[in-house]
């Protein structure tokens, strides 16, 4: 029903910045709340960012405060994240998500899921 597909991972120097973009298939309902989290190897998928579709309301990980950025455009049925002054530690698989029941920082919680996008901060 949802298709959910992540853009804009690469390869980054820490210090540096990247924007990722989620774009979903079909209208996102003014209920929703949209998600980002990530995974580094041998690691759980962590929370990072989210934000309630209708209001903006937004919520960040400890982690990335400061750093990062959620928003998005309603009219596309895209959200973004900036990512700003990246460090090796960001590195990882960065993915979208969707949570119906609105905002949310647990992955349970969330309802459709995007394929991910790699992130690797190096120098």
């Known amino acids: 029903q949802v298709q959910l597909v992540e853009s804009g991972g690469g390869l980054v120097q820490p210090g540096g910045s990247l924007r990722l973009s989620c774009a979903a298939s079909?209208?996102?309902?003014?209920?929703?709340?949209v998600g980002w989290f990530r995974q580094a190897p041998g690691k759980e998928r962590e929370f990072v960012a989210v934000?309630?579709?209708?209001?903006?309301?937004?919520s960040y990980a400890d982690s990335v405060k400061g750093r990062f950025t959620i928003s998005r455009n309603n009219a596309v049925n895209t959200v973004y994240l900036q990512m700003n002054t990246l460090k090796p530690e960001d590195t990882a698989v960065y993915y979208c998500a969707v949570a119906l029941r609105g905002i949310s920082t647990y992955r349970r919680e969330f309802d459709y899921w995007g394929q991910g996008t790699q992130v690797t901060v190096s120098s």
């Open positions: 079909v209208h996102i309902l003014k209920s929703c709340a």
């Open positions: 934000i309630s579709w209708a209001g903006g309301s937004t």
